[in-house]
Protein backbone atom coordinates (compact mmCIF):
# COMPACT_ATOMS: atom_id res chain seq x y z
CA UNK A 1 0.00 0.00 0.00
CA UNK A 2 1.34 3.47 -0.92
CA UNK A 3 2.90 5.84 2.15
CA UNK A 4 0.34 8.05 3.78
CA UNK A 5 -0.23 9.53 7.09
CA UNK A 6 -1.99 8.41 10.17
CA UNK A 7 -4.35 10.91 12.01
CA UNK A 8 -1.26 11.68 14.78
CA UNK A 9 0.41 13.84 11.96
CA UNK A 10 -2.49 15.74 11.37
CA UNK A 11 -3.30 15.74 15.02
CA UNK A 12 0.27 16.51 15.69
CA UNK A 13 0.09 19.58 13.20
CA UNK A 14 -2.88 21.04 14.80
CA UNK A 15 -1.25 21.26 18.19
CA UNK A 16 1.89 22.79 16.62
CA UNK A 17 -0.61 25.57 15.13
CA UNK A 18 -1.77 26.44 18.64
CA UNK A 19 1.34 25.26 20.43
CA UNK A 20 4.34 26.72 18.29
CA UNK A 21 7.15 26.63 20.54
CA UNK A 22 10.18 24.94 22.22
CA UNK A 23 9.32 23.41 25.14
CA UNK A 24 5.97 21.97 23.18
CA UNK A 25 7.86 20.79 20.30
CA UNK A 26 10.53 19.05 22.09
CA UNK A 27 8.23 17.22 24.47
CA UNK A 28 6.53 15.59 21.01
CA UNK A 29 9.92 15.06 18.80
CA UNK A 30 9.66 11.81 19.10
CA UNK A 31 5.93 11.67 17.86
CA UNK A 32 7.30 14.00 14.69
CA UNK A 33 10.41 11.90 13.72
CA UNK A 34 7.31 8.40 13.48
CA UNK A 35 4.36 10.18 12.23
CA UNK A 36 5.99 13.26 9.87
CA UNK A 37 9.19 12.85 8.67
CA UNK A 38 9.52 9.31 8.33
CA UNK A 39 6.31 9.02 6.41
CA UNK A 40 7.23 12.04 4.55
CA UNK A 41 11.00 10.23 3.56
CA UNK A 42 9.10 7.00 2.79
CA UNK A 43 6.87 9.39 0.20
CA UNK A 44 9.35 11.21 -1.60
CA UNK A 45 11.11 7.73 -2.29
CA UNK A 46 7.82 6.21 -3.69
CA UNK A 47 7.25 9.60 -5.68
CA UNK A 48 11.03 9.74 -6.91
CA UNK A 49 10.02 5.99 -8.17
CA UNK A 50 7.04 7.58 -10.43
CA UNK A 51 9.55 10.45 -11.55
CA UNK A 52 11.63 8.06 -13.37
CA UNK A 53 8.71 8.02 -15.94
CA UNK A 54 8.21 11.59 -17.01
CA UNK A 55 10.56 13.58 -15.24
CA UNK A 56 13.80 11.57 -13.85
CA UNK A 57 15.84 14.79 -13.85
CA UNK A 58 13.84 15.92 -11.12
CA UNK A 59 14.59 13.23 -8.87
CA UNK A 60 16.15 13.85 -5.35
CA UNK A 61 17.23 11.96 -2.56
CA UNK A 62 14.26 12.31 0.22
CA UNK A 63 16.39 14.18 2.78
CA UNK A 64 17.54 16.99 -0.02
CA UNK A 65 14.28 17.29 -1.41
CA UNK A 66 12.28 17.26 2.00
CA UNK A 67 12.29 20.67 3.89
CA UNK A 68 12.98 21.61 7.45
CA UNK A 69 10.32 22.21 9.96
CA UNK A 70 12.19 24.92 11.85
CA UNK A 71 11.61 28.50 10.68
CA UNK A 72 14.60 30.67 9.92
CA UNK A 73 13.93 33.39 12.24
CA UNK A 74 17.02 35.63 11.86
CA UNK A 75 15.66 38.23 10.06
CA UNK A 76 11.70 38.00 10.56
CA UNK A 77 9.82 39.70 12.39
CA UNK A 78 7.53 36.60 13.20
CA UNK A 79 9.63 34.65 15.28
CA UNK A 80 7.85 31.63 16.24
CA UNK A 81 10.06 28.55 15.45
CA UNK A 82 7.97 26.19 13.66
CA UNK A 83 6.20 25.51 10.28
CA UNK A 84 3.06 24.32 10.65
CA UNK A 85 3.37 22.56 7.76
CA UNK A 86 5.71 20.25 5.79
CA UNK A 87 7.08 20.00 2.75
CA UNK A 88 9.15 18.30 -0.46
CA UNK A 89 10.13 20.09 -3.36
CA UNK A 90 12.06 17.91 -6.60
CA UNK A 91 13.69 20.36 -9.48
CA UNK A 92 16.41 19.30 -11.64
CA UNK A 93 20.34 18.94 -9.19
CA UNK A 94 21.26 21.63 -11.80
CA UNK A 95 19.04 24.50 -10.67
CA UNK A 96 20.07 24.18 -6.93
CA UNK A 97 17.71 23.42 -4.35
CA UNK A 98 14.97 25.84 -4.84
CA UNK A 99 15.66 27.88 -7.76
CA UNK A 100 14.10 27.07 -11.70
CA UNK A 101 10.99 24.99 -11.63
CA UNK A 102 10.02 21.93 -10.47
CA UNK A 103 7.28 19.97 -8.42
CA UNK A 104 5.93 20.83 -4.85
CA UNK A 105 3.51 19.32 -1.86
CA UNK A 106 3.35 20.00 1.76
CA UNK A 107 1.09 18.33 4.24
CA UNK A 108 -0.41 20.48 7.29
CA UNK A 109 -2.61 21.53 9.71
CA UNK A 110 -5.17 22.46 7.74
CA UNK A 111 -4.24 21.54 3.94
CA UNK A 112 -2.59 19.32 1.89
CA UNK A 113 -1.04 21.39 -0.77
CA UNK A 114 0.47 20.70 -4.13
CA UNK A 115 2.28 22.66 -7.03
CA UNK A 116 4.25 22.83 -10.31
CA UNK A 117 5.84 25.52 -11.86
CA UNK A 118 8.48 28.51 -10.82
CA UNK A 119 7.90 30.24 -7.60
CA UNK A 120 10.09 33.47 -6.62
CA UNK A 121 12.52 32.96 -9.35
CA UNK A 122 16.10 34.82 -9.09
CA UNK A 123 16.64 37.96 -11.18
CA UNK A 124 18.61 36.42 -13.63
CA UNK A 125 16.71 33.39 -13.97
CA UNK A 126 13.30 35.27 -14.49
CA UNK A 127 14.71 37.22 -17.00
CA UNK A 128 16.24 33.44 -18.86
CA UNK A 129 12.61 32.79 -18.55
CA UNK A 130 10.83 35.73 -20.28
CA UNK A 131 12.97 35.64 -22.99
CA UNK A 132 12.25 32.00 -23.36
CA UNK A 133 8.23 32.61 -23.31
CA UNK A 134 8.58 35.54 -26.17
CA UNK A 135 9.42 32.99 -28.64
CA UNK A 136 7.58 30.14 -26.69
CA UNK A 137 4.27 32.05 -25.65
CA UNK A 138 2.09 29.62 -27.96
CA UNK A 139 3.29 26.53 -25.94
CA UNK A 140 2.96 27.94 -22.70
CA UNK A 141 -0.06 29.46 -23.15
CA UNK A 142 -1.35 25.69 -24.41
CA UNK A 143 -0.45 24.38 -20.95
CA UNK A 144 -2.34 26.84 -19.12
CA UNK A 145 -5.61 26.34 -20.93
CA UNK A 146 -5.34 22.80 -20.71
CA UNK A 147 -8.44 21.70 -19.42
CA UNK A 148 -6.87 18.73 -17.85
CA UNK A 149 -3.80 20.05 -16.55
CA UNK A 150 -5.92 22.85 -14.87
CA UNK A 151 -8.66 20.50 -13.54
CA UNK A 152 -5.89 19.07 -11.49
CA UNK A 153 -3.87 22.28 -10.57
CA UNK A 154 -6.75 25.12 -10.83
CA UNK A 155 -5.23 27.63 -9.30
CA UNK A 156 -2.30 30.26 -10.98
CA UNK A 157 -0.11 32.35 -9.34
CA UNK A 158 1.27 34.77 -11.39
CA UNK A 159 2.13 37.73 -8.72
CA UNK A 160 1.69 40.22 -11.85
CA UNK A 161 3.70 43.44 -12.21
CA UNK A 162 1.13 46.32 -13.51
CA UNK A 163 3.38 47.34 -16.23
CA UNK A 164 5.80 45.40 -18.38
CA UNK A 165 9.32 44.73 -17.52
CA UNK A 166 11.88 46.93 -18.31
CA UNK A 167 13.14 45.61 -21.67
CA UNK A 168 9.96 44.49 -22.91
CA UNK A 169 7.33 45.83 -25.05
CA UNK A 170 3.76 46.70 -24.46
CA UNK A 171 2.34 45.23 -27.82
CA UNK A 172 4.93 41.89 -27.12
CA UNK A 173 3.08 38.79 -28.75
CA UNK A 174 3.39 37.20 -24.93
CA UNK A 175 2.75 40.32 -23.11
CA UNK A 176 0.49 38.72 -20.32
CA UNK A 177 2.86 36.17 -19.97
CA UNK A 178 5.81 38.38 -19.67
CA UNK A 179 3.69 40.57 -16.37
CA UNK A 180 4.11 37.63 -14.33
CA UNK A 181 6.69 37.57 -11.93
CA UNK A 182 6.42 33.40 -11.23
CA UNK A 183 4.28 30.71 -13.33
CA UNK A 184 2.77 28.30 -10.34
CA UNK A 185 -0.16 26.33 -10.55
CA UNK A 186 -1.45 24.73 -7.22
CA UNK A 187 -4.72 22.79 -5.78
CA UNK A 188 -5.18 22.26 -2.70
CA UNK A 189 -6.84 19.52 -0.88
CA UNK A 190 -8.32 18.59 2.39
CA UNK A 191 -6.33 17.41 5.24
CA UNK A 192 -7.93 13.99 4.85
CA UNK A 193 -6.39 13.35 1.85
CA UNK A 194 -3.08 13.22 4.08
CA UNK A 195 -4.68 10.22 5.72
CA UNK A 196 -5.80 8.58 2.44
CA UNK A 197 -4.04 5.52 0.47
CA UNK A 198 -4.38 7.81 -2.46
CA UNK A 199 -2.34 10.34 -1.16
CA UNK A 200 0.89 9.31 -3.50
CA UNK A 201 -1.55 9.32 -6.19
CA UNK A 202 -2.85 12.33 -5.81
CA UNK A 203 0.64 13.89 -5.88
CA UNK A 204 1.93 11.66 -9.09
CA UNK A 205 -0.91 12.70 -11.45
CA UNK A 206 -0.34 15.91 -10.80
CA UNK A 207 3.26 15.88 -11.21
CA UNK A 208 3.17 14.20 -14.70
CA UNK A 209 0.43 16.32 -16.24
CA UNK A 210 2.51 19.16 -15.35
CA UNK A 211 6.32 18.08 -16.12
CA UNK A 212 5.62 19.21 -19.19
CA UNK A 213 5.04 23.05 -18.32
CA UNK A 214 7.59 22.78 -15.99
CA UNK A 215 10.19 21.68 -18.79
CA UNK A 216 9.09 24.71 -21.14
CA UNK A 217 9.99 27.06 -18.24
CA UNK A 218 13.07 25.29 -16.85
CA UNK A 219 14.56 24.60 -20.64
CA UNK A 220 16.46 28.43 -20.40
CA UNK A 221 17.80 27.82 -17.50
CA UNK A 222 19.07 23.97 -18.17
CA UNK A 223 20.31 25.60 -20.83
CA UNK A 224 22.37 28.19 -19.08
CA UNK A 225 23.77 25.55 -17.23
CA UNK A 226 25.00 23.67 -19.92
CA UNK A 227 27.06 26.74 -21.25
CA UNK A 228 28.35 28.19 -18.36
CA UNK A 229 32.50 26.73 -18.98
CA UNK A 230 33.46 25.21 -16.13
CA UNK A 231 36.76 26.37 -13.56
CA UNK A 232 39.25 24.47 -13.83
CA UNK A 233 42.85 24.44 -12.15
CA UNK A 234 44.87 25.02 -14.87
Known amino acids: MPTHFAPAAIKFFKGLKKNNDRT ?7 IFESEVKAPW ?4 EEVNAALADFAPDYIKPAPKALFRIYRDIRFS ?4 PYKTRLGAWWSPAALGKTSGGGFYAHVGADEVFIAAGVYM ?6 LAIRRHLQTNHTG ?4 LTNKKLRKLLPDLDSNPLHRMP ?3 AADDPAAELLLCRQWAI ?10 SPKLLTEMVS ?8 VALLNAPLLAATKSTPRKTLF
Open 121 to 126: PQPDQL
Open 166 to 168: KGF
Open 24 to 30: WFGDRKA
Open 140 to 143: MRAH
Open 77 to 80: ANKL
Open 186 to 195: SATLPTDAAT
Open 41 to 44: LALI
Open 206 to 213: RFRAAAPM
